[in-house]
C-alpha cells in the first residue's frame, strides 16, 4: 500500500494548482515533496507589499492552490487528508497533504475539476440575464462546504450601497503611488508567465460605472458596451480573520469559482473593499454578518474571456534532492 505521494503525482496535481487565481496573477505559491506529504508554501519573492502588505491575498491565492490540488489527487483516486499551517515555526507552510484511504472521486469532485482550465476572472461587462435562483443556491452551498459564507447582493438599493463602500476604497488605494506603481509592474504587454496581460485587463473605466475596477491597461470600451446595471454581486466571508481563516476562505474562493464555471457563469474578482481595513469593516457591518469578507465577487452572464498565463509547473516546485 502507498505510504506517501510520488513526485510525478506532485507534478500532475500541481498542473491544476497553478491554475488558481492570484492578486494581479503573481502565483504566490509552491509546492514541496517531504516524508511523503505534500506541502503547499508561499513563496515570499512574489509578495506585494504595497497592495497586500499584510499577506491576507497571497495566503487567499494559497487556499485557492490548496483547493485544486486537493481536487486533482481526488479526482487521480489518492484524497488528501489536509493539516492547515501545520508548523507553527514555518509560517510560510499554508497545509500539508498526506493521502487518504483510496477511492473513487465524486460527481461533484470531478465536475470541479473539469472546470479548472475553463476558469478565469472576467473583466469585461456581462450580459444583463439574471443568474437563476438554483444557481445562486449552488454557490452558496459550494461556500458553505468550506466553512464559509457567500452573502448575495440582489437589488439596486444593495448593490449601491455596497458601490459606494467599493469606490471609496478604491480611491484610497489610488492615492497611493506605492501602489499605483506595483500594478503596473504586473501589466504585460508582452507574452509573460505571470501578471496581467493587458488584453485580459478588462476595459478602460468610465465615469458612469457602478463598481470600480482596477486599472490594467485595457482598451477603450466600445460605444454601447457599458457594465450591467444590476451585477449580481457575491460576499465571500469567513469565521474569522487568522491566518488559517484566510487559507480556509481560498479554498471557498475556488470551490465558489469553480461552481460558478461549471454552471456556465463568468466572474470577476473586487477585491478593493477587502484591502482597505475601514471599508471591509464598514462592508462587514452593512451585512450584519458574523465572520470577516475575505472577497467579493461579479458574478453573471458573458462573452468567454482571455486567461492569463502560468508559470512552467516544475518553477512551482520543491523535489526531494535525492529524487530529482
Known amino acids: 500500500m502507498e505510504t506517501g505521494y510520488t513526485v510525478e503525482q506532485l507534478r500532475v496535481a500541481a498542473a491544476d494548482a497553478v491554475r488558481a487565481p492570484s492578486l494581479h496573477n503573481v502565483q504566490p505559491w509552491r509546492f514541496r515533496l517531504r516524508d511523503g506529504g505534500i506541502e503547499v508554501l508561499l513563496d515570499p519573492r512574489r509578495g506585494l507589499p504595497a497592495t497586500d502588505p499584510s499577506g491576507w491575498g497571497a495566503r487567499v491565492a494559497g487556499g485557492a492552490a490548496l483547493f485544486n490540488l486537493r481536487l486533482a489527487l481526488a479526482v487521480a483516486g489518492n484524497p488528501a487528508t489536509v493539516r492547515l499551517r501545520p508548523y507553527p515555526a514555518e509560517p510560510t507552510v499554508l497545509a500539508r497533504l498526506v493521502p487518504d ?113 482596477r486599472g490594467f491597461g485595457g482598451a477603450p470600451r466600445a460605444p454601447g458596451r457599458d457594465f450591467e446595471p444590476e451585477p449580481l454581486v457575491a460576499v465571500l466571508g469567513s469565521a474569522g480573520n487568522t491566518a488559517v481563516d484566510q487559507v480556509v476562505a481560498g479554498q471557498a474562493l475556488q470551490r465558489v469559482l469553480l461552481t460558478a464555471t461549471d454552471s456556465g457563469l463568468s466572474v470577476s474578482m473586487l477585491s478593493q473593499p477587502i484591502e482597505v481595513p475601514s471599508a471591509r469593516e464598514q462592508l462587514r457591518m452593512s451585512l450584519g454578518r458574523f465572520g470577516t469578507p475575505q472577497m467579493v465577487m461579479r458574478i453573471g452572464f458573458g462573452r468567454p474571456g482571455r486567461p492569463t498565463p502560468r508559470r512552467p509547473v516544475d518553477e512551482t516546485l520543491d523535489l526531494p534532492v535525492h529524487l530529482g
Request: charged residues 25%; contains cysteine.
Open 101 to 213: 484511504l483510496p477511492r473513487r472521486p465524486t460527481p461533484t469532485e470531478q465536475n470541479l475539476h473539469a472546470a479548472i482550465h475553463r476558469r478565469l476572472s472576467n473583466r469585461a461587462p456581462f450580459w444583463p440575464d439574471p443568474v437563476p435562483a438554483d444557481t445562486r443556491w449552488r454557490l452558496g452551498e459550494a461556500a458553505r462546504a468550506e466553512h464559509c459564507w457567500l452573502e448575495l447582493l440582489i437589488g439596486v438599493s444593495a448593490v449601491t450601497a455596497f458601490a459606494e463602500i467599493a469606490r471609496g476604497a478604491h480611491r484610497v488605494l489610488e492615492r497611493d503611488p506605492a501602489y499605483r506603481a506595483e500594478r503596473l509592474t504586473w501589466v504585460r504587454a508582452e507574452p509573460a508567465p505571470d501578471g496581467v496581460p493587458a488584453l485580459a485587463g478588462g476595459p478602460q473605466a468610465e465615469p458612469q460605472d457602478l463598481l470600480p475596477s
